[in-house]
């Protein structure tokens, strides 16, 4: 999957990064997300080559992420989102891997608009709630909550994944693709991570409701998710949730993802094994190991 990325992503005009921060940083910003399967997306990616530059670092334009979400001991952040409220927080560090780089963030939603306030931590720091961490989350806090005491709050879910960063040449727009998604409860030592592999997720972040990107959505007949809080689906997925009915059109469409991609992949299988009689054989074996 990932070297059909990196060979559509050579018809690209770069951006470098010290660019991207100036042009289109957007602390302050609208955001909007897609969900498509693997197979949906080099054409996207194609639609996009006329009027957006990718994110390249010394010669990368896919970059890996790790994220340790912060929550309470009753998760008051992922019950916020539930629950709708118009003021929602989210909490991590976030670990560049590719730059060696991590920083503490703290992203508050109100109504459409999404602030984010980080600053940068040692990358050894990243699985830890410091000292400074805790003093940084407890100002934002008391900043957004009318003084109001902050919660404890701990690791809570690690996500990985890899991402492109693609920026609109006018800088109205960037749009952040991740795949190759990974995520893992930290709570429980027993849990399993959980592999999303087949699953995109596309993420507008601009200054406008319109943008560029919402038209070519809608050219391959894909809406915006609603209710797609990336943390809040992690915290489903490993079983924490009491409650999610919020998500659970969201969660249809990422399970409608994962079906046609188990559908396309027995097909696969079946063809190879309906070939000419003296190939079955050859062909077994392949798909077999491919699968």
């Known amino acids: 999957m990932i070297p ?3 060979s559509k992503l050579q018809n690209f005009e770069t951006i470098s990064l010290s660019e991207l921060n100036t042009k289109a940083s957007y602390l302050k910003r609208i955001d909007k ?14 639609d996009l080559t006329n009027d957006f530059k990718v994110l390249e670092i010394k010669g990368k334009k ?9 929550d309470s001991d009753d998760y008051i952040f992922y019950n916020q989102h539930q629950d709708k409220k118009n003021s929602r ?6 670990y560049y891997l590719d730059s060696n780089l991590a920083y503490f963030e703290y992203k508050q939603k109100i109504n459409w608009i999404t602030n984010k306030y980080r600053y940068e931590f040692p990358s050894e720091e990243h699985w830890f709630m410091t000292k400074w961490k805790k003093r940084f989350f407890e100002w ?4 957004m909550y009318n003084n109001d005491k902050a919660p404890k709050i701990f690791p809570s879910i690690q996500t990985k994944y890899k991402r492109i960063t693609l920026v609109n040449k006018d800088g109205s727009e960037r749009l952040t693709i991740d795949f190759d998604i990974k995520t893992i409860d930290l709570r429980d030592k027993n849990n399993k991570e959980i592999n999303l592999k087949n699953l995109v997720i596309i993420e507008s972040k601009s200054l406008n409701k319109n943008c560029l990107s919402d038209n070519i ?3 391959h007949n894909i809406t ?3 209710s797609c809080s990336k943390y809040s689906l992690w915290v489903v997925y490993s079983g924490l949730a009491k409650r999610y009915d919020t998500f659970k059109e969201t969660m249809e469409k990422i399970k409608e993802i994962r079906l046609d991609t188990i559908k396309n992949r027995n097909r696969k299988i079946w063809e190879l094994i309906t070939v000419p009689k003296e190939s079955t054989n050859r062909f077994v074996t392949k798909a077999l190991r491919s699968y």
């Open 33 to 46: 997300k897609f969900l498509i399967n693997w197979k949906q997306f080099p054409e996207i990616l194609k």
């Open 217 to 219: 959505m809608i050219k």
């Open 89 to 94: 927080t989210k909490v991590r560090t976030r």
């Open 4 to 6: 059909i990325y990196h």
């Open 140 to 143: 934002v806090w008391q900043s």
């Open 62 to 70: 896919i970059f890996s992420y790790d994220n340790i979400y912060m």
């Open 224 to 226: 915006e998710a609603k």
